[in-house]
């Protein structure tokens, strides 16, 4: 059974910094891709940074560029988002993602929840 | 960055009925290799996202064949041949061509 568990979520004060995790199981993580997806509060879904299974290609929302560091350890089948200078609006329930835009690929983690607030 | 637009942003339907859901971009999603990579989530309330569409029109794994998704270039859409309780929830596009990816808007599907 595949399973994308995130941890490391939590209250940070703004400007704090805050690294989240994802543990993968049950597929073969080093093969694929994988994303890092946000929802703030009673809002929708906004894509935050992409990585390719060798980590050598990485993408990121204008939003966190520049604050946020993806990466992830194919040794380990984890996947890692690095936040700094968090904001208010960095907010919301982060989800890690394996999503194959070109074949019948999706995975999901249950999401962690980030809260930036003095 | 491409804008995606989804309408309407709440979609109250009768059970039994179709639905449709349109999304569109602000650029053609079409990509250098021929294909169009467009995407179909479904949120239902307290879960993760599940995709069900993806390259517009191809299920995803254990999709049921209600669901289906058509379009080009910039003008897509999601249907719903006939709508089920399981289906309430939150539905969003999301195009996968252009870096960075970006996810419409969301649409609110409930019964009526």
């Known amino acids: 059974e595949v399973q994308l568990v995130e941890s490391g979520g939590g209250l940070v004060q703004p400007g704090g910094s805050l690294r989240l995790s994802c543990a993968a199981s049950?597929?073969?993580?080093?093969?694929?891709?994988m994303n890092w997806v946000r929802q703030a509060p009673g809002k929708g879904l906004e894509w935050v940074s992409y990585?390719?299974?060798?980590?050598?290609?990485?993408y990121y929302a204008d939003s966190v560029k520049g604050r946020f560091t993806i990466s992830r350890d194919n040794a380990k089948n984890s996947l890692y988002l690095q936040m700094n200078s968090l904001r208010a609006e960095d907010t919301a329930v982060y989800y890690c993602?394996?999503?194959?835009?070109?074949?019948?690929?999706?995975?999901w983690g249950q999401g962690t929840l980030v809260t930036v607030s003095s | 960055d491409v804008v995606m637009t989804q309408s309407p942003l709440s979609l109250p339907v009768t059970l039994g009925q179709p639905a449709s859901i349109s999304c569109r971009s602000s650029?053609?999603?079409?990509?250098?290799?021929?294909?169009?990579?467009l995407n179909w989530f479904q949120q239902r309330p307290g879960q993760s996202p599940r995709r069900l569409i993806y390259k517009v029109s191809n299920w995803d794994s254990g999709v049921p064949d209600r669901f289906s998704g058509s379009g080009s270039g910039t003008d897509f859409t999601l249907k719903i041949s006939r709508v089920e309780a399981e289906d309430v929830g939150v539905y969003y596009c999301m195009q996968g061509t252009h870096w960075p990816y970006s996810f419409g808007q969301g649409t609110k599907l409930e019964i009526k």
């Open positions: 650029q053609s999603l079409v990509y250098s290799d021929g294909n169009t990579y």
């Open positions: 049950g597929f073969t993580f080093s093969s694929y891709e």
């Open positions: 990585i390719s299974s060798s980590g050598s290609t990485i």
């Open positions: 993602a394996c999503i194959s835009i070109a074949a019948r690929l999706d995975y």
